[in-house]
């Protein structure tokens, strides 16, 4: 009888860089027609929320300008760069995230992806 293993193709991933955060294909689906989204730091539960925000909001002006960061998504992949939010992370986590892979998952209640910064893989 085969014991069947379980695959992560479907599991989201995110790799911290010392200069951009990278979402595997699982959680950029969360971001598939999003060029901006808004980052948010909860430092007390170690937690880094990407907010996606769509073309409606940024034209009427319902989120700040100054809050926008740009998304890049390639085949399989996207990737915010953001060196000043890594080194806060860093300094959070006092360690190096080059190539830090964290679970993370999709709130959709609050329309969020939420990864866990102490939920290393």
Not at 38 to 64: C, F, H, Q, S, W
Not at 79 to 102: A, F
Not at 105 to 119: A, C, P
């Amino acid at each position: 009888m085969y014991e069947w293993v379980k695959g992560s193709v479907y599991n989201m991933v995110t790799t911290l860089y010392p200069t951009n955060i990278t979402l595997n294909s699982s959680a950029t689906s969360h971001f598939k027609d999003i060029r901006w989204v808004m980052l948010g730091l909860d430092r007390e539960n170690y937690k880094l929320a990407i907010r996606p925000v769509t073309k409606r909001e940024i034209d009427l002006r319902l989120v700040p300008m100054d809050q926008l960061h740009k998304i890049s998504i390639g085949k399989g992949y996207g990737r915010i760069s953001h060196k000043n939010i890594m080194l806060e992370i860093q300094s959070l986590l006092g360690k190096s995230v080059d190539g830090l892979k964290l679970a993370t998952e999709f709130d959709e209640e609050q329309n969020l992806l939420v990864i866990d910064l102490k939920g290393e893989i």
